[in-house]
T-cell receptor, first 110, second 116 residues
Framework: DVKVTQSSRYLVKRTGEKVFLECVQD?????MFWYRQDPGLGLRLIYF???????EKGDIPEGYSVSREKKERFSLILESASTNQTSMYLC?????????FGPGTRLTVL | AQTVTQSQPEMSVQEAETVTLSCTYD???????LFWYKQPPSRQMILVIR??????QNATENRFSVNFQKAAKSFSLKISDSQLGDTAMYFC?????????????FGTGTRLQVTL
């Protein structure tokens, strides 16, 4: 079975802090994605990566950056966390047209 | 740009009954995929069912089936013989068929509660 893991289930940070969310997949998938999930808005794509060191902006990239130095790991970075970035963050990896999701990180920015 | 609309924020169904979740989408693409994902409370999102747009036959997976109406851009999910474990958030999603992996565009979700 494909396994996608995320470094934390719950995270509390203060405004202005630099935040790293880590995602690791064990199926040698080339494509990885970061979404944020908010009530009433569904999931929205922040960034995705189709290869090591490659990245593309999704629908809501502002305030975020990403890093993919190794195929199995895709990091989401909040350079200076703000309260409006309080949300659930979901990572996914994919082979062709099926995406496999991690358990999510619920981030609270105070 | 593609959009996906789920007009039912919440639904409830009794155990063993049948329920249908609605989804409409808007796209100018001819080749694409449609998905229903399930997110149980505090658990991971999992794929329920997938439909290729070029296939006329509706996809089925055990108790889950879809009604895919390409001309109407409609993609509803029917759950038969509902079980308590079906309680979850359900998301409809769209993906362009680019020949390689592509991003998903999600609807806003329908929260389904299965009751005794």
């Amino acid at each position: 079975d494909v396994k996608v893991t995320q470094s934390s289930r719950y995270l509390v940070k203060r405004t202005g802090e630099k935040v790293f969310l880590e995602c690791v997949q064990d199926m040698d998938h080339e494509n990885m994605f970061w979404y944020r999930q908010d009530p009433g808005l569904g999931l929205r794509l922040i960034y995705f990566s189709y290869d090591v060191k490659m990245k593309e902006k999704g629908d809501i990239p502002e305030g975020y950056s990403v890093s993919r130095e190794k195929k199995e790991r895709f990091s989401l970075i909040l350079e200076s966390a703000s309260t409006n970035q309080t949300s659930m963050y979901l990572c996914a990896s994919s082979f062709f047209n099926e995406q496999f999701f991690g358990p999510g990180t619920r981030l609270t920015v105070l | 740009a593609q959009t996906v609309t789920q007009s039912q924020p919440e639904m409830s169904v009794q155990e063993a009954e049948t329920v249908t979740l609605s989804c409409t989408y808007d796209t100018s693409e001819n080749n694409y995929y449609l998905f229903w994902y399930k997110q149980p409370p505090s658990r991971q999102m999992i794929l329920v069912i997938r439909q290729e747009a070029y296939k006329q036959q509706n996809a089925t997976e055990n108790r889950f089936s879809v009604n895919f109406q390409k001309a109407a851009k409609s993609f509803s999910l029917k759950i038969s013989d509902s079980q308590l474990g079906d309680t979850a958030m359900y998301f409809c999603a769209f993906m362009r068929d680019t020949g390689t992996a592509s991003k998903l565009t999600f609807g806003t979700g329908t929260r389904l509660q299965v009751t005794l």
